[in-house]
């Protein structure tokens, strides 16, 4: 089993829905998560973290965690045409080693 | 001012070459680390410096040498270069955080 699945997508969202992205980690023991969106030949950065279960807001973004089920999305909302990139998500384990999802390719619909 | 800032942007060589690559943070972090991110866009942790000492060491071959002269520097050295070598190499930072800041990457291609 991959440490952090994400599906690939790419997932196509009409302007101004909901996207929600989706990833499952492996180790139980890992206590910090992370949503990176990268842009075409441009690095990652950081656009959210959390580390209790629950939801987490900020501005249109929402991270949500269940560690019971190993999961942790992210939900856009009102979605822009600039919000399509690559959104990768992160876990550090309890071997304190970041580890990157595969990501998943959002693409928002004029 | 530029946080985290690799050098070059984009380097094309022959196989068999050895070559390096730079990265500087001026964000005053404490580790430091490289990513190889591939064609298919998987990000990959290579290593990883505190305080210039090495604590991550991935299961990359050994002709990948990373040098640490200082907290802000963090160098790959890379020889006897490989087509398989090709990707794009990010170099990150971060401070008693897992949160980490990347550097605009360096665009490695072998021909």
């Known amino acids: 089993q991959k440490e952090v699945e994400q599906n690939s997508g790419p997932l196509s969202v009409p302007e101004g829905a909901i996207a929600s992205l989706n990833c499952t980690y492996s180790?139980?023991?890992?206590?910090?998560f992370f949503w990176y969106r990268q842009y075409s030949g441009k690095s990652p950065e950081l656009i959210m973290s959390?580390?209790?279960?629950g939801d987490k807001e900020d501005g249109r973004f929402t991270a949500q965690l269940n560690k019971a089920s190993q999961y942790v999305s992210l939900l856009i909302r009102d979605s822009q045409p600039s919000d399509s990139a690559t959104y990768l998500c992160a876990v550090l384990n309890r071997d304190d080693k970041i580890i990157f999802g595969k990501g998943t390719r959002l693409h928002i619909l004029p | 001012d530029t946080a985290v800032s690799q050098t070059p942007k984009y380097l094309v060589t022959q196989m068999g070459n050895d070559k390096s690559i730079k990265c500087e943070q001026n964000l005053g972090h404490d580790t430091m680390y490289w990513y190889k991110q591939d064609s298919k866009k998987f990000l990959k942790i290579m290593f990883s410096?505190?305080?210039?000492?090495?604590?991550i060491n991935e299961t990359v071959p050994n002709r990948f040498s990373p040098k640490s002269p200082d907290k802000a520097h963090l160098n790959l050295h890379i020889n006897s270069l490989e087509l398989g070598d090709s990707a794009v190499y990010f170099c990150a930072s971060s401070h008693r955080s897992p949160q980490a800041f990347f550097g605009q990457g360096t665009r490695l291609t072998v021909v």
């Open positions: 959390i580390y209790s279960n």
């Open positions: 410096y505190n305080n210039k000492e090495l604590i």
């Open positions: 180790d139980r023991g890992s206590q910090s």
